[in-house]
């Protein structure tokens, strides 16, 4: 697989170069990576003079000054320690006395110039809290409204601790934050719909906790590049402008959500690299237009029950690398459309009432692809589904939609690439040709 991490840190550099030409971002945070439950941390982020500025009007706060914002940063911590039931690490041990930047976890930068200040070195009275990172602290307890008076904290990352309770609705005074990780924790309730309202918001993370309830629409809306709410108890359906968001990273994996995928999946756009469906109680098809617009990845729609035959448009997906289609209810002949994929890395179909493959997917494993066909309904192949089992397959009068198209199909991707380029290049010519 190509190195996901690389997809995911160019974005954020990016981000950070621009931060740092237009209000001058600070270092000081740590981003979450990964797809399921896997992760790697790189340090960006960090407070915003510029933008600080901007938003006097939407956050009144900002009109403090840097002695009365570390005054209001120590209450707020002094406030969430209070809260905390259990620090087996005892981590809060240095949270004593007014100098926050000294906290173990806290971290400190002048906005003024900039520049990232470490606990240790952090005197000045100009500081302010720029970023939190208690990963992996054991702590038990819950989020206080207090942490809101952090207003220019843009990275708070909690993940693997003890806390339970809701997401204060305070939060959404948190104008510059970032990147949210509250993963691995015991939080409940419906979805955060703070979170939506936090309007720097560019990374989500509240997986492997116990929220429940339905996904709500502007959660697709929003301007978020990684969305990872898998591992909850989420039910209903997935709201139908799925499509709609420019996310590079989508985990819904192991809820409860039902019915169809939308389909407005089929036409996410080149962003979207990773999306994960595994594990919920999805039905109908897979939706007709999938990969028509998209530079996808990774597509996992395991353990659902999807029925019907795949669609054409699968063969738009030439930088797919791994595709898992395995525990549905999937029937037709595997073919060439889905086997001469020129990325793949794995291929799983097990577990579906798939009826034959083509000679190309026999080539798979002369290209050292993984391809897992076990169970399905291919006769001459060992470790299939008993007979009577395949005969009756599941959805056989179940409509997709399916139209045939002539090869070779013209994807979206293509055209998409192709208009941006041309608009790019028209765009070169026209700044030439001004004054």
Known sequence: MKNQNTLILSFFFLNLHLATTKAGFSVGGSVGVGVGVGSGVVWVGGGSNSNHNQNQNQNPKSYESPISKMDSAFSALQAWKSSITDDPLKILDSWVGSNVCSYKGI????????????SSSAE???????????????????????????????????NSNRFSGTVPETFKDLVFLQELDLS?????????????????????????????????????????????INNNQFEGEIPTNLGNSPASVINLAN??????????????????????????????????????????????????????????????LQNIEVLNLAHNQLSGELSDIVCSLRSLANLTVAYNFFSGFSQQCSKLFFRNVGFDFS?????????????????????????????????????????????????STSESHSQTQSP
């Open 107 to 118: 971290f400190c930068s002048n906005p003024e110039n900039g520049n990232a200040m470490s």
């Open 184 to 228: 691995n924790n015991q939080l409940s309730g419906s979805f955060p719909l703070v979170t939506l309202y936090m309007q720097s918001l560019i990374y989500l993370d509240i997986r492997f906790n116990f929220f429940s309830g339905l996904l709500p629409q502007e959660l697709f809306n929003k301007n978020l590049d990684a969305i990872f």
């Open 375 to 423: 169970l399905n309904c291919i006769p001459g192949r060992n470790m299939q589904r008993p007979h009577p089992e395949c005969s009756m397959i599941p959805g056989g009068s179940l409509s997709c939609f399916r139209i045939p198209t002539p090869k070779p199909l013209i994807c979206g991707s293509m055209s998409v690439s192709n208009s941006k380029n041309t608009d």
């Open 255 to 316: 809820n409860k959500l039902s019915g169809n995928i939308p389909a407005s999946f089929g036409f996410m756009g080149s962003k979207i690299k990773e999306i994960l469906f595994l594990n919920n109680q999805l039905t109908g098809c897979i939706p007709e237009g999938v990969g028509l617009f998209t530079e996808m990845e990774v597509l996992d729609v395991s353990f659902n029950s999807l029925m019907g035959h795949l669609p054409d448009t699968l063969s738009c």
């Open 124 to 158: 000045s009275a100009s500081l302010v809290v720029a970023g939190i990172d208690l990963n992996h602290a054991n702590l038990q307890g819950t989020l206080v409204k207090e942490l809101s008076l952090l207003t220019d904290i843009s990275i708070l990352h909690l």
